[in-house]
């Protein structure tokens, strides 16, 4: 198999903007930024009685923080990154980074729920730009060879969200007060953004070379943006009642099912570095055996049945591979999106919490009629699905070429001529596609 790592020539023109020093204390600052994100996004979860309670509302108007936020990422991130993709990244990264601050701080103080509902759809909207930006913004100050491990360093701090920061906004909400943990993100987010101001270059958009991709392809990343939402919806159809599942099918006590969370969440830091590292020798492969992962896992939970320790094994495995799967959709969209990497990079975004929003909802009608091991068949579906179209990229890519090649006049397909009418053989760009 060829690999994708692109000419070295492009990422030197970064090297020279920035020295290597302040480019990693630059990414330190985004990774934090990423952990902050990812952790007030799932506070509402493990928090949920807590701010019910405190401000007086249902259950459910706190469930709508979750979900709504989810529905501002999916409606705004192409529009919003459209809007400001001539912004200079650091300009665009402080301005984000001081709105989630004010805004999360404003969770934390927030009178009545109307406010918090504010506060978060202010943050549902920085998000979606910000991770839309973040990848090229960081990938751009290295070598191309290196900026699949440089994504991964930068996700590692959503993935760390997971096992640290939610669970440990959770614990330290539940001792004191749920507005604290909003408070101590405010904070983080604070000190990101200094780092961000501090470290980042402030050079044109223009002038990113992650800004553009080496392997520009659109029928192979339409086909990635369709897997995406295919594969997330099949693992948030079983994952979003992974509780029911575990506690119900599995057999596992109800008091044990944070630690087995946890263990999935050491797994999905395993599988951000290991991503890191393969994607920088193919990001095609690396989609590919994440995706392939995914779907494994979900059918061994089918089959376990109630062993303990099958399921913990597939739930760890199931993370471990979501994991790799975001750092090889980011890396892969930095080699091949079409146009405005940042651009696409949004469409990634929205096409991953469509698959959310899909998967939570079909999961949850199955969950109704056929119990939590019908919700794993139909996560299992999905994912093998999504493989399917993977292992069928080049089939259908040759495919999509005939169907839109021009023709002549007599029906027959076209070629491009060179000088004194000699047929040439049509080239695609620069380095692997692969």
Same mark, same amino acid.
């Given at each position: 198999m060829t690999t994708d790592r692109g000419s070295p020539q492009t990422g030197a023109e970064a090297v020279g903007q920035v020295s290597r020093g302040r480019a990693l204390v630059a990414v330190a600052g985004l990774s934090l930024a990423l952990f902050a994100f990812a952790t007030v996004e799932a506070l509402p979860v493990g928090l949920l009685p807590q701010i019910a309670h405190g401000l007086k509302v249902s259950l459910q108007s706190v469930g709508f923080l979750v979900t709504g936020y989810g529905l501002v990422v999916m409606a705004t991130a192409v529009p919003l990154t459209a809007v400001t993709r001539r912004i200079p990244r650091r300009r665009l990264l402080a301005v984000l980074l001081a709105l989630f601050t004010g805004a999360t701080l404003l969770c934390g103080t927030a009178p009545g729920y109307g406010v918090l509902l504010g506060a978060r759809v202010l943050i549902a909207l920085t998000h979606a730009v910000m991770w839309s930006v973040v990848a090229s913004a960081a990938a751009g100050m290295f070598p191309v060879r290196v900026r699949a491990k440089v994504v991964a360093t930068l996700f590692g701090g959503s993935a760390l969200a997971q096992v640290l920061g939610a669970p440990a906004g959770t614990w330290l909400g539940q001792q004191t007060d749920w507005r604290v943990p909003f408070v101590v993100m405010s904070g983080l987010g604070l000190v990101a953004g200094i780092a961000v101001v501090g470290m980042l270059p402030s050079t044109p958009v223009e002038e990113n070379p992650a800004a553009t991709a080496p392997a520009p392809d659109r029928f192979r990343f339409l086909l990635? #943006? #369709?897997?995406? !939402? #295919?594969?997330? *919806?099949?693992?948030? !159809?079983f994952y979003t009642y992974v509780t029911v599942f575990l506690t119900d099918v599995a057999g596992i006590s109800s008091h044990?099912?944070?630690?087995?969370? !946890? #263990?999935? *969440?050491?797994?999905g830091l395993i599988g951000t570095g290991l991503s890191g590292t393969t994607a !920088?020798?193919?990001t095609r492969a690396t989609m590919t055996g994440s995706v392939a992962v995914v779907t494994a896992a979900l059918a061994l939970l089918v089959v376990a049945g109630n062993r303990p320790a099958a399921s913990v094994t597939a739930v760890t495995l199931l993370l471990l591979a979501l994991s790799g799967m975001v750092t090889a959709l980011t890396s892969r969209i930095l080699h091949i999106a079409p146009g405005n990497v940042d651009v696409a990079s949004a469409s990634g975004s929205a096409a991953f919490q469509a698959g959310i929003a899909a998967g939570s909802f079909l999961g949850g009608n199955v969950l109704d009629a056929h119990g939590p091991h019908g919700a794993a068949v139909l996560g299992l579906c999905l994912a093998a699905a999504g493989l399917v179209l993977l292992l069928a990229e080049d089939r259908l890519s040759r495919l999509a070429g005939a169907v839109t090649r021009p023709r002549d006049p007599a029906g027959g397909v076209t070629r491009p001529r060179g000088p004194a009418g000699k047929v040439t053989r049509p080239r695609g760009p620069a380095g692997p596609c692969n």
């Open positions: 990635l #943006v #369709v897997v995406t !939402a #295919v594969v997330i *919806g099949g693992f948030f !159809a044990s099912v944070g630690a087995v969370l !946890a #263990v999935g *969440g050491v797994g !920088a020798r193919s």
